[in-house]
């Protein structure tokens, strides 16, 4: 991952290329983004475009922090400095989803408003 | 400042002069992104949460929502993802004019997705009735999504700092770390926006 070791000469030629290297990434993302629109229209079973529009979301993001935000040539702490916020937020999203993805979040009838209830009955 | 010998010798992923060998702008920019993500993952899971149950009323996410205009909104936000990454490079490089019409092309594109953004939740409040008090779908919308355009406002506002600063002269190619730092937070906006896009938009179409 970290590329601080490379020679000046290699080092200079690595920056003239990402230039071409960034057009060709978001060339590559607004497609996806155009992908995932198809997606969302397509005659399939629910969980299938559901596992497609995630991983090609995942994709995106994966681009975007490793290129974008150059983690793929920064020093490997970055990365994992960056993954540790990004786990817990991934396990406190998939907490909060088990814990309150059912009926529990439902609003409760007696504590809504009177005028919020009458319209419910 | 120029540049090919200057390039040769400075190597901007790499800092000899701290214990981790990284700028220390660029860990507290890392730090800072690692606990946003923690707050905004709250914000999508309440959204995910509470829109399986909207109140009496309340319309369907789906009826309410403009896929052409987010979709449009996305592109936006990742076209100055790529030109903020090109203004990085040319600070880099010591081209400070590349860098300065960078700078103007993402600062422009940010201000066209906070439009749309304004234009989508006027469109919501005065169109479809959904504001951020009269159901939790819109609580949990509006806040999320408020919540992320006030991140696009500010990354606008840094910007447009940074681009007024470029002209005093005394931004270099050695202080490329300060477009770096900033580089990075924009690009978190983008990504922030990549995650809401499919969970909060796309999936309600299927």
Redesign the interface.
């Known amino acids: 991952m ?3 070791a490379a020679a ?2 290699q ?2 030629e690595l ?1 003239q290329s ?2 071409w290297i ?2 060709q ?2 060339m590559l ?2 497609v996806i ?1 155009g992908l ?2 198809v ?3 397509l005659p399939f079973m ?1 969980w299938i ?2 596992s497609v ?2 991983v ?2 995942t994709v ?2 994966m681009f ?2 490793f ?4 983690l793929r ?3 490997a ?2 990365t994992i ?2 993954f ?3 786990v ?3 396990g ?2 998939i907490a ?2 088990k814990l ?2 059912a009926d529990a ?3 409760l009838a007696a504590a ?1 408003p009177p005028a ?1 209830a009458a ?2 009955a | 400042m120029s540049s090919d010998a200057a390039t040769a010798t400075i190597d901007h992923h790499f800092d000899p002069t701290t214990s981790t060998g990284i700028p220390n702008k660029k860990v507290l920019m890392w730090a800072f992104l690692a606990s946003d993500c923690m707050f905004f993952g709250c914000l999508i899971s309440t959204h995910l949460i509470y829109r399986l149950h909207p109140p009496p009323g309340t319309p369907p996410a789906r009826q309410v929502f403009s896929i052409e205009l987010t979709s449009f909104s996305t592109f936006i936000l990742l076209m100055s993802s790529l030109m903020m990454a090109l203004a990085v490079n040319a600070i880099q490089k010591g081209n400070l004019k590349s860098m300065r019409w960078s700078l103007l092309t993402t600062i422009f594109f940010g201000c066209i997705f906070l439009g749309c953004q304004v234009y989508e939740f006027r469109n919501f409040v005065y169109e479809k009735h959904l504001t951020i008090t009269n159901s939790i779908l819109g609580t949990t919308f509006f806040t999320l999504t408020g919540t992320h355009g006030l991140h696009v406002l500010v990354g606008v506002i840094w910007l447009s700092g940074m681009l007024l600063y470029s002209f005093t002269g005394r931004l270099t190619e050695k202080e490329a770390i300060d477009v770096e730092s900033m580089g990075l937070y924009w690009h978190f906006v983008d990504i922030v926006w990549i995650v809401i896009f499919t969970a909060v938009y796309l999936l309600e179409y299927i």
């Open positions: 970290s590329t601080h000046p000469s080092g200079h920056e990402k230039f960034f057009v990434i978001a993302l607004a983004t995932e629109l997606t969302v229209y629910r475009l559901f529009l995630v090609l979301s995106k993001f975007v922090i290129y974008f935000m150059h040539w920064d020093r702490f970055c400095l960056f540790i916020g990004l817990l937020a991934a406190t999203m909060l989803l309150f993805g979040s439902k609003p809504a919020m319209r419910a």
